[in-house]
């Protein structure tokens, strides 16, 4: 009998362990999520167009540059902010790598699949086009940086860094193949067309690419206009693709955002779903030097980039706020901030990120404006770059800017009156080329406050040295009473983030990582 | 059969009396004829008879004894004295996959904890009982409150991934690690520890980190049934608070005019004298000193009926840290009964712990069943355990802006609130101070409003069983085949109360820009079921014969197991700390003070998360002995898993092992008195392990942030590599220790040395985020480990008065070294400021510095603002485990008093006081008020002086406040709060006083036992070390050495024991 339980449990033994047919191999299938055969290239784009537009509309790793450009500052009766009122520059603040490199890992993932199927030819283009302005920002913030080994995963784990210049030129080359290809695949029946499902930017219109790429290309020749020996360069590849066009409206994002889910701005500035605005909104507010600015030159949008003082977004609509309702013209006593280093008045005092920024949760967010658009192109107008009318590109930057933000309901007549105005220094166009591009500039950092701070960086850090060519608007330094005598402007570059000294080290110390100095080593394009 | 065979043999009687070491007359021994199944128990008074056959050897065994074996001869009675196993070098050791083998021949270390040893400190958990009871065992508390994590390490940490504890082994059943914290200590018979991968071979790719074999009662040998009552009753009290200072008052760098137009107008700073002003509703210590200025005797802002807190500006003597924890209450009650005979008996065991935590309301309770038996059918037996606990936490969750925890937000307030004051406790009342739209504090939330209303909830159940059956087929076969399952039901629930504020609290009528006021916050909620599962079935045959003086072992064996886990979550709004402000929730609750997930608005987040893992295996382990002194043993053993791809899932496992009883074979140590036993051993072997979760094979793709929006999702890569290829871990071990015994083993001394090559490691290393990856799963280094291990037990005093006394000490180095690393890298992240760098000792904490002069190592300040700067270079700043550790055991018996003392000491080591460098960004800590807040040059500081490094005379720091403990560079510098982790402790002292003699003649009650016992009595720190206790970590991961504010202070506990057996 016992031997009989005995015979029974050996042989059970055996029957379940011996003999079931992938008994472990049918545990490698992850039954918790997808692979890269169900990751569609359909499924992947969302994502990584609303996670570039939290970078470059969002507010996070750029909120000291904005106070830095005179865009922002805190609210008295916070803690004195003493990293940013004294650009105290960190390996973790500022920081975009890990942001950039995250959404590139993606476009990566799209171009990979894209790139093995023939009918995916638009979505290679796509990818290579949100490679292109993610590298950008790159070099922008950190000069040298992994380009040609990154994103090879297990392949390469300690990439090194190319030359900002390089990477920059193959990025030039890389849009011309990509409108090239938009161009020979426009009418191609075959060619899979994303649709609004996925492409939450333009819809799937492919026009709208080539636009945008095209925008992107001249972005980064302008960026170079300090380089003196590539004018000539810029000169022949701007030209070569003038003919396809610029960006003529706003890319704007937009997945879905509901009150629940809200715009990457709005969900920071903006009415928490619980009730209640979000902390943001009273500690960081509209800064002093853009106010005096948009004061001393009649401009309506002061109203829309800033809130009146005290007022917040509480209840839209509702009849107890005044920080939507407001009429034209404003009374500009209603508006007011500190300058940097001084953070004394409080919250009640002063104006928060106005109404036209924090305009409802549902609003989309900004990849890049028009406004931005014609004023990149007035700008190399001025400078040959390419052919056009400066003056007329210049108005329609401005007036852009007025319809982003619906001034008065009727924006082109409030935007006419504002640059109609006669002697307005850095409104009314001027007739030197050093002035004309000053006043772009200026009105380019204008419109781009709160909506686009990293752009105005770029043009303060290729333009800030009036004795080269034009000038920036004068953003004085930090009033800080603490602030060293050693720092005599604001910083150039950001320190490479604390990932690189602690991962990738060899290739960091071989890019000079550890000779960073965030006050002398320059981008490439700086003069 | 059995009677077969005593017919036709010569039978005499023999009787006599079992003693123990203090003489005391010992019931419950086992008294066997050897080789028979003819055996007998001691009564009461440890008085045995028995029939036995001519020329028989008697065997007694007996639990806490060594086994002894006496010839009977022709002698009809024979009184033996056993000696306490605390000595004992010929005992039988359990070993892997629960095979008894004799201590003397085993050629690898393992030690063993009995019951009494284990439960000397009462613990309430099984792993705290093994502190300082084990050389190369280290037992560490990383947090306390009323579920203390513990984290066991054998022989440290070699695995840079792998989480380098060891297996559990119940019973022969595998469990989960925290099982142990579901285990009744007092139903455990004893604790056998493999500490090597040697000793661990047989049980494949789980146990290279060694194995906690777990054995539990089984009932009573004797006959009698006995029952055993214990109560515990324990107090604890919080012990080690961070020095925190008391001078100073709240100012947080505000600047502008703050109530004006009430009496208690002024400026942030003061205009006449240029210094800050007192802040009432900060949270930051940076304001004027506690003078008893009665213009600032209140806290907080003035309420819409313009009343306000009223407190005397002065310095109070405790912190309100240190007023708002309480007495801690536990009580035990344990019920066991055991009943049985040599050959079936069962033990029934019951036990209920209550727990109060020192932090007001957090309670605990684990109430367990054991129940497990043997029994014997001629050759037949079985054995069986069935464990069933229920285990319930009820502790204080996150706060309702940021999920801070209520430690926190108690550093975060002002040394002059009264926090428990009736006025602040009452956050019910609208008009109250306490509450939330009044509270004084404006950037913390009032911690009473916290214990009451957020909530971390946590119920399981958990089962375990084993059946062992055994039939001795032949004299030469015995066949065993065992089945165990564990299952563990776990529901957690944790939830946050709505809060709703006043317009006018909400309005921020002072400017204080308040954020736990500044909007009304919904409630949350937060739930989790997850359901374990493991099963195991094993088959052994064990073949034994004597070829004349050799005697030879095989066992041949197969083992599966699979094990598995389903878990859900589903949750609105924001509870625990990662998941961002409340604010920024999606969904929340929408009726306050009900915590079902049904009533909500907005869209709540749901996970699920399956696993299942298998593994086949199947082994020889054959033992041959010469003559009992020389031994030789090996074991071979292929696993088959389902973690790895297929074609990388194989491994063999393998291992020799000799042990020479020198003792035995040299006839001058033989007969000698002085030396008593004597033995070397060496051990080689290659073990296999798997570190890696279910699925790590293939990259898969994560929901996108923040999607879906409405019908849009988008997926994006996950952050780690799986790389297909992955290989299971390799470690060689070589293994030699000595063991020696004197004056009949009343001195004993035991050494081990080891060596081993641990090659393809495999863990996720953190990349650089330009790989495209933020880690890849690789076999990504190789690491050496040595180690020394030394044992010392000796009796130095044991007299016929009854006055005895035990000494014992263990004493461990463990060093283990990283050679390479994958694709030639200098260094891998592993996690909280760790790394693994190659060269140095594993782990390294690896942080910034200050900028320094190279040539002096002097910090060098800014000539204008006398601060430091933070280099952006980082380095390694020392090893972040224990090199040394020291255990002291002392146990002194005198009549009826037993004291017994466990102290150690943990050395060579850093930790990263993460905390303080919080504390000075608030202020409260000591540490801020070195220079009296005053500017200061900074110690031994150079400053560039015409292209040279001077010695700093005279810059002064621009802000000696503020400035520089909150807002410089200084702070930025993880190596400044870097500091030596050596303590020294004393862990447990007790006093016991046993009554049982006093009761001889009460016929019911057997014995009465009453302990009055201390833990963690005291820890002795260097003076950088004026934080917390080094061993508290931030979670259970290899990344040590590394303290936060999620940590609560060590605490003290004094128990009450009163044990009275039946």
Sequence with gaps: ?527 | MLTGFLACAQTQTVKGVVTGPDGNSLPGITVQVKGTNTATATNATGQYELNIPANSTLVFTGVGFQEQSVKVGTRSTVDVTLVSSTQRLNEVVVTALGIKRENRALGYSTATVSSADLNKSKPINVAQGLIGQVSGAQVSIINNGVDPGVRVQLRGERHINSDNQPLISVDGMIVRTDFLATLNPEDIQSVSILKGASAAALYGAEATNGVMIVTTKKGSLNGKPSVSFTHTQTFENMAYFPALQTTYSGYGGESGVFFAGTPYQFNATNPYTGFTNYIPFENQQYGPPYDGNPANGYIGSPLQDSSVFKVPFVSPSKTPARQFFVTGITTQDDISMSTGDNKNSNYVGLQYVGIKGTMPKDVAQRASFRFAGKRTYGKFSYDYTMNYSYKHTNQVGGDYTLGWPVYWTLLNTMPNVPINSPQLKDWQDPNSFGNGSNYSNAYYINPWWQVDNSRNDNKSDNLEGVLNTNLQAASWLNISYRIGAQISNVIGKSWRNAISFTPYAISDPWGESSTPKNGNIAGAVWDQTILYKRIQQDLFLTFQHKFSDIDATLILGATQWERSSSSQTQSVGATDPAGGSPQSQKSNLIIPGLYNIGFHAGIPNVGSYLSKTRLLGGFADLTLGYKNFLFLHGNFRRDYSSLLAPGHNSYNVYGVDASWVFSENIASLKDSRVFSYGKIRGAYSQTGQITINPYQTVNTFNVSGGYPYGGLTSLSLSGQYNNPANVPEKTIEKEVGVELGFLDNRLSAGATYYFDDNLDQLFPVTLSPATGYTSALVNAAETHSTGYEFDVKATPVRSKSGFNWDLSGNFSIQTTKVIKLYGGAPNFGIGNDNQAIVGMDFPQMYVQDLNRDSATGKVIVDPHTGLPSVSSDFKAVGRTTPKYILGLNSKIDFKNFTFTVVADYRGGYVFYNNSELNLDFTGASVHTTTNGRQNFIYPNSVVLSNGKYVTNTNVYTQDGNIGFWAYSDFRNAGADYVENAAAWKVRTISLSYDFTSLLSKNKYIKGLRFTALCNNVLMFRPKENDFTDPEFNNGNQNGLGYNTYYQLPPTRQFSFILNVRF
């Excluded at chain 1, 950008?136 to 994103?151: C, R, T």
């Excluded at chain 1, 404006?369 to 930057?397: C, K, M, N, P, W």
Aim: hydrophobic letters at 35%.
């Design chain 1, 1 to 527: 009998m016992k031997k009989i339980i005995f015979l029974f449990l050996i042989a059970g033994i055996l029957v379940t362990a011996g003999c079931k047919k992938g008994y472990l191999t049918e545990l490698q299938n992850n039954p918790n999520a997808p692979t890269t055969s169900a990751a569609t290239v359909q499924l992947v784009l969302p994502g990584t167009l609303t996670d570039l537009v939290g970078v470059v509309n969002g507010t996070g790793p750029y909120q000291n540059i904005a106070v830095f450009l005179g865009y922002w500052n805190y609210a008295g009766g916070y803690s004195f902010n003493n990293s940013v009122q004294n650009y105290v520059m960190t390996n973790s603040s500022p920081e975009v790598w890990a942001n950039y490199y995250g959404i590139l890992t993606n476009l990566n993932v799209i171009h990979q699949q894209a790139s093995a199927s023939p009918t995916l030819v638009n979505y290679v283009a796509i990818s290579n086009i949100l490679e292109a302005l993610c590298y950008k920002n790159l070099v922008d913030a950190y000069n040298d940086i992994p380009y040609s080994e990154a994103l090879k995963g297990s392949g390469d784990l300690f990439p090194k860094y190319d030359k900002g210049s390089d990477v920059y030129d193959s990025l030039v080359a890389s849009l011309d193949a990509s409108m090239a290809s938009i161009q020979a695949n426009i009418s191609n029946a075959t060619a899979v067309t994303p649709t609004s499902n996925d492409d939450i930017m333009f819809g799937g219109n492919m026009h709208d690419w080539l636009l945008f790429a095209n925008t992107i290309k001249l972005k980064l020749l302008v960026q170079q206009s300090a380089v003196s020996a590539k004018q000539s360069y810029i000169k022949t590849e701007a030209g070569s693709t003038a003919s396809v066009g610029y960006l003529d409206h706003d890319a704007l994002v937009n997945p879905g955002y509901t009150a629940a889910q809200p715009s990457p701005m709005y969900g920071q500035f903006g009415v928490a779903p619980s009730g209640g605005v979000n902390g943001d909104f009273n500690y960081i507010r509209e800064g002093g030097y853009v106010i005096d600015f948009y004061k001393n030159t009649n401009d309506p949008r002061l109203g829309y980039f800033a809130g009146i003082n005290g007022t917040q977004p509480n209840d839209p609509g509702g009849s107890s706020n005044d920080y939507y309702s407001f009429s034209l013209p404003l009374n500009k006593a209603n508006y007011n901030g500190d300058y940097q280093g001084i953070q004394t008045t409080p919250t009640a005092n002063s104006s928060g990120i106005g109404p036209g920024i924090v305009q409802s949760p549902v609003q989309s967010a900004v990849m890049m404006t028009a406004a931005e658009s014609y004023f990149v192109q007035a700008e190399a107008v001025v400078r040959g770059y390419i052919t056009g009318d400066a003056e007329q590109l210049y108005h329609a930057g401005i007036t852009a800017s007025f319809e982003y933000l619906n001034v008065g309901n009727s924006p082109d007549t409030y935007a006419q009156a504002y640059y109609s105005q006669s002697n307005v220094a850095n409104v009314t166009w001027p007739s030197s080329m050093d002035a004309q591009i000053q006043a772009i500039l200026t009105q380019k950092w204008a419109a781009l406050n709160s909506i686009n701070v990293y752009e105005s960086w770029n043009d303060w850090r290729r333009t800030f040295n009036p004795s080269i060519n034009s000038g920036y608007p004068i953003i004085p330094l930090s009033k800080s009473p603490s602030l060293s005598p050693s720092i005599t402007h604001m910083p150039f570059r950001l320190y490479y983030p604390a990932s690189e000294p602690e991962y990738n080290k060899t290739s960091w110390l071989a890019a000079g990582g550890d000779q960073v100095n965030p006050f002398t080593s320059k981008i490439f394009w700086m003069p």
